[in-house]
Nanobody, 123 residues
Framework: QVQLVESGGGLVQAGGSLRLSCAVS????????MDWFRQAPGKEREFVAA????????PYANSVKGRFTIARDNAKNTVYLQMNSLKPEDTAVYYC????????????????WGQGTQVTVSS
């Protein structure tokens, strides 16, 4: 079975940084797009970032552009989300996902989801 396990979440002060990791088992990720989504309490799940199989296409939500960076290490079967200059509004459960094509803000294209990791940014 395909499993995605996020790690790296936690509590951080505004302006700080976190690096989320998503380790995938049961599927080699090198030919798949990887995505990050997040969901804050009382809000719908929203697209954060995605990376194409080759790494050449990395769309970001406008709210995180310039602060977050998505990367992949196919040798480790892992995708990362480097989050800098964190804001309280970044507080959410962050989910990684894998799919055949990159997701977009309006069109998630996800085969499997991770369980999520909590990110809390204090002011």
């Amino acid at each position: 079975q395909v499993q995605l396990v996020e790690s790296g979440g936690g509590l951080v002060q505004a302006g700080g940084s976190l690096r989320l990791s998503c380790a995938v088992s049961g599927r080699t990720i090198n030919t798949y797009a990887m995505d990050w989504f997040r969901q804050a309490p009382g809000k719908e799940r929203e697209f954060v970032a995605a990376i194409s199989p080759g790494g050449g296409h990395t769309p970001y939500a406008n709210s995180v552009k310039g602060r977050f960076t998505i990367a992949r290490d196919n040798a480790k079967n892992t995708v990362y989300l480097q989050m800098n200059s964190l804001k309280p509004e970044d507080t959410a459960v962050y989910y990684c996902a894998i799919g055949r094509i990159v997701s977009t803000p309006d069109s998630p294209r996800v085969d499997y989801w991770g369980q999520g990791t909590q990110v809390t940014v204090s002011s």
